[in-house]
Nanobody
Framework: VQLQASGGGLVQAGDSLRLSCAAS????????MGWFRQAPGKEREFVAA????????NYADSVKGRFSISRDNAKNAVYLNMNSLKPEDTAVYYC?????????????????WGKGTQVTVSS
């Protein structure tokens, strides 16, 4: 079972990025999916979550209105559209599959984790 995040890079403040997460080894169409991030010297924090059908979402206050999570169950993939990026968004971003069908912000409820992708936002 593997989750692979991609799409990170170096951008300027105000730019946009789209992160992708491709799953292999099993289907996650019945699992809630989420994105977390970890900045240097900080704990890994919740960013966004999406229910298995994609009809419920949850966002951290710091990204609400700027980031959007979506999924394509046919492709076994989840995405994170990030707009109006800020330097404080700089972190390694991780996608994860939860043990729940709905949304959850709790890191311990995510069983499968992918390798992260670096997002760096310059001012």
């Amino acid at each position: 079972v593997q989750l692979q995040a991609s799409g990170g890079g170096l951008v300027q403040a105000g730019d946009s990025l789209r992160l992708s997460c491709a799953a292999s080894g099993r289907t996650f169409s019945n699992n809630g999916m989420g994105w977390f991030r970890q900045a240097p010297g900080k704990e890994r924090e919740f960013v966004a979550a999406l229910s298995w059908r994609g009809d419920n979402t949850n966002y951290a206050d710091s990204v609400k209105g700027r980031f959007s999570i979506s999924r394509d169950n046919a492709k076994n993939a989840v995405y994170l559209n990030m707009n109006s990026l800020k330097p404080e968004d700089t972190a390694v971003y991780y996608c994860a599959a939860s043990i729940m069908a709905g949304t959850t912000t709790t890191r311990d409820r995510y069983r499968y984790w992918g390798k992260g992708t670096q997002v760096t936002v310059s001012s």
